[in-house]
């Protein structure tokens, strides 16, 4: 028998090993296609989140394989999906995708997932960290995932601590008491593990016996960066690494920011806690902040750099300042909020976020009126939601206005 | 000819240097009726602030020097004013007001303001602060002035830079660019002298040829803090120090408090650049908060604790966080703000700080929720106001809930 004309006895041990237990032959084509479907678009890809939302992976990895039109898959797309579906972006996906659509590729990535002891985790699974989903079409398809049960297990009571690498010795200072204090508190702690802020995040919550999870931008066998080799051994022995990539991949600029999107997902709140005007870090807060997820920041001297991203999380967006553990624990108490993952205004704020997208043009620069008025939103309104689009990187203000910034997926 | 009993050739010359000029004779009365209330009323005085708005100083002056009663004196606050009148209160500031009911020892302290050059303002003078007729009742009967006249023409495009006694020397240096770049911008700096942050605002000021302005709670004759003997003599030369308590006064606990609302209500906006968990500073925070006035404050590390009341300021009130110069001036921009004074909600805030008075009890502690029904406030907005009126030192929270903290206005 085959499996997407691979031979089944090749592929069905490294589904068993990477399920952790037997599979029944619904289950087995499932994580196969999702593992497929992680090594053929990229993080985030909104026309192949949709299409796994709206056909099945399954069944959508069958329709790409079996040399689809761009007219079909449309349709289907627009018939499933209460969507407006642009033939233009399917195009574009079908592009993206064909030079990866060969099943046999992943094979590869799977037994070095299996050399590596890593797992692969579907929304199925009751370890799927259920916070991600929230990003609906953008949800990651699959998860790569090395570590232990009980760090997957904590991820509904985690919370973010993120910040620039090149941190001072007073961010790191804040961010040790502040991994230290959150444990105590009985919280997990989510980062990127990388250097600066977010290493001294996981090593303090490691020092503190708590659970930590590092979410990487490339695959789990390769450890990124290599000077955190030791520390992401550790994670792995004593808490969880988890990544959307399969084995192999390498990181990238475009990987890193979107890894961001689950850091923010996956936990309570985010808490910035050393962050530069440009830090990466203020791409993880912009998540956050459109999921509708806590957002608190710690303030530093207005005289260092290091400290100016943080002010301006505060001073322009959503951010709460938040001095101590006590503060960032009451960004998202564990015991109090009804909701598994705390959030305000979410279902308004993407509404906003649609029209504000829908009101600006990737060609012709536009002032904020003008958004305004397409958009039916107040001058406030569009200017904060500019401001966080624009630290997603997804709109940039030229000499003329705003414009949308086209992206890959 | 006698004024209140005083021989007027002692008493006009007198008048005339503190004017500046020759007065007629409704003028001199007036100026002589208000120097004395100053002498009797204590700062803030609320009843004699109403007593002297609602039948004017001189007309107030002799109805309180002719053996009032109690009951005359509610009667004809009644009438004249659209406020509910206490007899209580007014027993208890006539109580207060005897020991200091002779007109003939005010005479000593214009003595001495003409002695050290001092000018005595009251609202009908151009050069009369309009900001701090926001205070209503509470606004001063008449300001004490050493200074040049185009420090006091600089008051409505002035910023008030405040902070801890016990500054670092990350506050000073702060507070020594945030001075130098607001005068830079065209803005005149008010503070209150104390050493730390606010000697460092003036004399940054000073440095930069700026106008600066000082508030004292004592008499202009006597500088306080005495180790400011020579930042105020200079202040004084090429600024202002300005007090509405007579010659000869020392400061107070309460006049410090009281002195704090003039600094805030003076100045289109109020900075508070590094404080503690209980500076004083946040009291004149409270003021400009309950103004309505634009508050900033200056963040610092959180490890600081010289910078908790700031912090504390922009997590729990209306402070907005500032780290520069530019920051401090979009508060009350000088160009762009229709009215003199930038306020918000002014009108809404002092109806709802009504309503919430209305509803605490000095002898019954009462709870939040209670509190907000009895007031039709939100409970977000009853904690919001308590929070404000506690750093007032208006009300108090006890262990069974709330009260309010009976004042000697």
């Known amino acids: 028998m085959t499996m997407f004309g691979l031979a089944e006895n090749e592929v069905v041990p490294l589904l068993t090993a990477l399920a952790g237990h037997d599979l029944g032959r619904d289950d087995q084509l499932e994580l196969f296609a999702r593992a497929t479907w992680s090594g053929i678009a990229e993080p985030g890809d909104g026309p192949a989140g949709l299409l796994v939302r709206t056909l099945g992976a399954v069944e959508a990895l069958r329709t790409v394989l079996t040399a689809p039109t761009v007219e079909g898959l449309a349709a289907r797309l627009r018939g499933a999906a209460e969507v407006d579906v642009d033939e233009d972006q399917v195009r574009q996906a079908l592009d993206r995708w064909r030079p990866r659509l060969d099943p046999a590729s992943i094979v590869q990535a799977m037994r070095q997932a299996v050399r590596v002891d890593a797992r ?24 790569w995932v090395r570590g232990t049960d009980a760090a997957l297990a904590a991820l509904p009571r985690s919370i973010s601590l993120v910040g620039a690498r090149a941190a001072t010795g007073y961010g790191e200072h804040v961010t040790m008491e502040a991994s230290a204090g959150l444990v105590d508190r009985g919280y997990a702690i989510v980062s990127g593990a990388a250097y600066g802020i977010d290493g001294m995040a996981h090593r303090s919550a490691l020092a503190s016996h708590g659970q930590t999870i590092a979410f990487l931008a490339g695959g789990v066998d390769r450890f990124y960066p290599s000077g955190h080799d030791q520390l992401l051994t ?115 704020r993407s509404s906003e976020r649609t029209r504000l997208f829908d009101a600006i043009s990737v060609r012709s620069p536009r002032h904020v009126a003008d958004i305004a008025a397409r958009a039916g939103l107040s001058l406030d309104a569009v200017r904060a939601l500019l401001g966080a689009l624009e630290l997603e990187g997804e709109v940039a203000e030229r000499e003329r206005g705003w414009v949308r910034v086209p992206s890959g997926t």
């Open 120 to 143: 692969l985790l579907v929304p199925t699974d009751l370890r799927w960290p259920a916070g991600v989903d929230d990003l609906a079409e953008h949800a990651p398809i699959a998860l």
């Open 234 to 348: 550790r994670i792995v022995a004593e808490g969880a690494v988890i990544s959307e990539l399969p084995c192999g991949q390498a990181p990238t600029k475009w990987r890193f920011l979107l890894r961001n999107r689950l850091i923010a997902a996956a936990s309570r709140a985010t808490v910035v806690l050393e962050a530069g005007w440009r830090s990466g870090s203020l791409n993880t807060a912009a998540h956050a902040s459109t999921l509708g997820r806590p957002l608190g920041a710690v303030p530093g001297p207005v005289t260092s750099a290091a400290s100016a991203g943080c002010h301006r999380l505060i001073r322009d967006f959503t951010a709460v300042l938040v001095t101590n553990p006590d503060e960032m624990a009451e960004l998202a108490p564990l015991d109090r909020s009804p909701a598994l993952f705390p959030s305000t205004d979410v279902d308004e």
